[in-house]
């Protein structure tokens, strides 16, 4: 990497690239990225537009020497690129909808990342990221592939084990988490230590402290928790939470709270309230916002977006890897025995000091015991699920899905992997040839 930085930003007509540009404006003393390049797909041109001229009006307010530049070009968008980050949605929000309300008609939960709603969008996605993977090998080798497009960690495990690329994935709820605690104690983010063990949305929180002094039981004492605008606000069953010991990721209410929120989320489907729903309608307003030629800074309803914190975290991140900062953050990387109950090329979720050669995983003080076997679980699921969305394999796809707890029944499995199948035909390639 030079002292001048190129970042390729793959699904930049994203409603969260303000955040990104806000990041890189305001860490450019010591990430100097002097381009950026937007890429999109011709369906979301007029996303990419507006992102994009606010894009400019930000960075022509700042007076910082950022060249930026819209394209539907991803191979030239690459072309050597120091970072690229991905935020892409395969299908974009209608084949969401399709994620969410699909499963509901056979009494299990539909979710863009949890359970087979979860699955489906993987198998859209992985082979997108591969291909893009195959152009960085060509275009941009030694650049880092920074993805928080979900599952993220379906994603990062199947670029670590198909690629050659240098990946990390991200998620917003270990930041959302400190962000959760610096306004619970008033106390700044530099202060509060957390321990993150699991998976991509299926982590537990095991160590909180503040200066040092853990806070973690009285935290344990109280229903709450941190949590995310995309997720029904169920207060934990404190008997359960005491008894785990550790703060549970808002994803795991799937899991422990799985008749009330598939109980929910019928409700609302039949209300025309699902999350897809909910998400168009936001993204409708914030897009009408971002037209205001006046507007030049980061709205604030952004905030409202069930991933807001995303590119802070990218940024952070990126920042990170180009200083040798050695600081401590919470990734998608490979386990390498951290966890010893997975596989050595398992993805997971966990704190990791972050150096110029990437992120190195740290051991681990505590994951409650009861939670092991449901991460192996789901990790298996998970690695099936990638193979089927390299392979193309119904067979395979119908193995990931009855080895996941959240689905009960092979033969009901059996007539939604149909019907999820056929419904996403145009996105499949590899299952339809």
């Known amino acids: 990497m030079g002292t001048r930085l190129k970042v390729a930003v793959i699904g930049g007509g994203s409603s969260y690239t303000p955040e990104l ?21 011709p369906e979301g041109r007029h996303k990419l537009a507006a992102v994009g001229q606010l894009a400019r009006r930000m960075i022509e307010k700042s007076g910082l020497p950022i060249n930026l530049t819209l394209t539907l070009d991803r191979r030239g968008a690459l072309l050597d690129a120091d970072f690229v980050s991905t935020q892409m949605r395969i299908g974009m929000l209608k084949a969401r909808g399709w994620d969410e309300s699909i499963p509901l008609k056979y009494d299990m939960i539909g979710q863009e990342t949890t359970g087979a709603g979860g699955m489906m969008k993987a198998l859209r996605t992985i082979p997108v990221l591969l291909d893009i ?34 990946s990390i994935g991200l998620c917003n709820s270990p930041i959302a988490a400190y962000k959760w605690l610096s306004g619970l104690y008033n106390v700044p983010i530099d202060r509060i230590y957390c321990e993150f063990a699991g998976l991509n949305h299926l982590h537990w929180v095991g160590r909180i402290e503040i200066d040092g002094e853990s806070k973690l039981e009285e935290l344990l004492d109280s229903r709450g928790g941190y949590t995310a605008a995309n997720i029904p606000q169920f207060a934990w069953n404190e008997t359960l939470i ?21 109980a929910e989320q019928k409700t609302a489907a039949a209300k025309g309230e699902s999350r897809a729903e909910t998400v168009k309608r936001l993204e409708d307003e914030l897009f009408d916002i971002y037209k205001n030629p006046e507007l030049a800074e980061k709205p604030k309803q952004l905030e409202q977006r069930g991933g807001a914190y995303y590119s802070e975290a990218a940024v952070n991140l990126m920042n990170s890897l180009y200083n040798d900062t050695g600081d401590i953050q919470t990734l998608n990387v490979r386990n390498g025995g951290i966890l010893d109950f997975l596989p050595d090329d398992a993805c997971i979720e966990v704190n990791c000091k972050v150096t110029k050669e990437g992120p190195i995983p740290q051991p681990v003080s505590t994951v409650p015991a009861s939670a092991k076997g449901l991460i192996h679980a789901v990790k298996t699921y998970e690695s099936l699920a990638i193979t089927a969305a390299v392979t193309g394999s119904r067979d395979t796809a119908l193995l990931a899905l009855t080895s996941h707890p959240l689905v009960d029944s092979a033969n009901a499995a059996e007539r939604m992997l149909a019907e999820m199948l056929e419904q996403n035909k145009a996105y499949l390639p590899k299952f339809f040839g």
């Open 21 to 41: 540009i806000e990041g890189f404006i305001l860490n450019f003393a010591a990430l100097p990225v002097t381009e950026i390049v937007l890429v999109d797909i």
């Open 242 to 262: 005491k008894s785990v010991g550790a703060i549970p990721s808002y994803y795991l209410k799937y899991f422990y709270l799985h008749r009330e929120m598939l």
């Open 133 to 166: 993977c195959k152009d960085m090998e060509e275009l941009c080798p030694d650049a880092w592939l920074l993805n928080f497009t979900n599952p993220a960690g379906m994603v990062t495990e199947a670029i670590h084990k198909h690629s050659t690329i240098k």
